[in-house]
C-alpha cells in the first residue's frame, strides 16, 4: 500500500504510540495473539506479524487475548488512566483540603513525580492548576451566598484572606469582595461560540478574564452571567478575540481518556483549561 493510506496511518500511529488514536483501532501482534491500543508502551513486534483491526470486539471475536498493560477492551482503563481518573475525581471531592501532590499521588497508587506526568500529559493541566481552578469556583460558590471573604477563603481552602488575594485576585478579573458585592461598578465584555459541549459564554473585564460558561443554551449562559455580576455592566462583542479563538481550539482537543469520563468532569476540564490558557 501507498504511504497515505489508512493502514499505513494506523501503523504510523502505534510507531509513536499517539495516544490520539486509541479507541479508532487495535493491533494484534500476531507471535503471541495479543491485542493492543495503539498507544501500548509495549515492545512493538515486527509489522509483517501486525494485523491491525478497526475495534477490540473484533479482536476479540477473532480469538486474540487483551494486554494486560494497556488494557485495550472496549471502554477499560489502563492502569495509568486509571490513576488520573481516581486523581481528577480526588480533587473535585476534597476541594477544600489542601492537597499536596504527595497525597495525590497515594491516592492514585504512583510516585509524586510519575503522577505529575502523566496527569499534564492526559488532562492537559498539572495538578495543581487544575485544583485551583475548581477551588475557584467552589470560593465563588461561597462568595455567592453571601459568606464574608475570610469566611468563603477558608471553607475554599485558602487557608487566609490574604493568599486569597494573592492567588485569587487575577483569576477573578477583579477582588473578591468587589466579587462579592456581584461586580459592583465593573464594566464586563462577553461574547458567546459554539464549541464540542454545547455553547460557550466568555466574559471579561479590564483586569482580565472574570467568566467562563459552559451549557446548552445561550439565554441560560446570559442570565447566569448576569445573576453572577447582579452590579455590574456589560457589552456584547461581536466576534472572538483572534487569541480566544486560538485557545479555544486547542483546549477542545481531548486525550482518549477524557471522553470515558463524566460529561460533568469533562466540562470542569475543558473550562480548567481554557481558564488557565486565557490567564
Avoid at 445561550?218 to 445573576?227: I, N, R, S, Y
Wanted: hydrophobic content about 35%.
Amino acid at each position: 500500500m501507498s504511504r497515505g493510506t489508512p493502514e499505513n496511518a494506523a501503523w504510523r500511529s502505534v510507531l509513536t504510540r499517539d495516544r490520539r488514536s486509541d479507541g479508532r483501532f487495535v493491533y494484534v501482534a500476531l507471535t503471541t495473539s495479543i491485542y493492543c491500543r495503539p498507544s501500548c508502551p509495549a515492545r512493538l513486534p515486527q509489522r509483517r506479524n501486525v494485523l491491525l483491526l478497526p475495534t477490540a470486539d473484533e479482536a476479540e471475536r477473532k480469538g486474540y487475548t487483551a494486554c494486560r498493560r494497556c488494557h485495550p477492551a472496549t471502554g477499560s482503563f489502563a492502569p495509568a488512566e486509571k490513576s488520573v481518573k481516581v486523581a481528577l475525581e480526588y480533587i473535585e471531592t476534597h476541594l477544600e483540603h489542601s492537597i499536596t501532590l504527595r497525597t495525590l499521588s497515594q491516592v492514585a497508587g504512583l510516585s509524586p513525580n510519575h503522577l505529575q506526568q502523566i496527569f499534564t500529559r492526559i488532562v492537559g493541566l498539572s495538578p495543581k492548576t487544575f485544583r485551583d481552578y475548581r477551588r475557584l469556583a467552589r470560593l465563588k460558590e461561597y462568595l455567592q451566598r453571601g459568606e464574608s471573604v475570610a469566611s468563603a477563603s477558608y471553607a475554599a481552602g485558602y487557608g487566609s484572606s490574604r493568599a486569597l488575594y494573592e492567588k485569587a485576585h487575577k483569576a477573578l478579573g477583579m477582588t473578591p469582595a468587589t466579587y462579592r458585592d456581584g461586580g459592583l461598578r465593573e464594566e464586563i465584555r462577553y461574547v458567546t461560540s459554539s464549541v464540542t459541549f454545547g455553547r460557550l459564554l466568555l466574559a471579561e473585564t479590564a483586569r482580565g478574564v472574570c467568566g467562563v460558561l459552559l451549557g446548552d443554551d445561550e439565554k441560560v449562559l446570559l442570565d447566569a452571567l448576569t445573576q453572577e455580576f447582579s452590579r455590574s455592566t456589560f457589552s456584547r462583542q461581536d466576534t472572538l478575540p483572534t487569541r480566544w479563538r486560538a485557545a479555544i481550539q486547542n483546549c477542545e482537543r481531548e486525550d482518549p481518556l477524557l471522553s470515558k469520563l463524566d460529561v460533568r468532569l469533562r466540562r470542569d476540564v475543558f473550562e480548567a483549561k481554557l481558564w488557565n490558557a486565557l490567564l
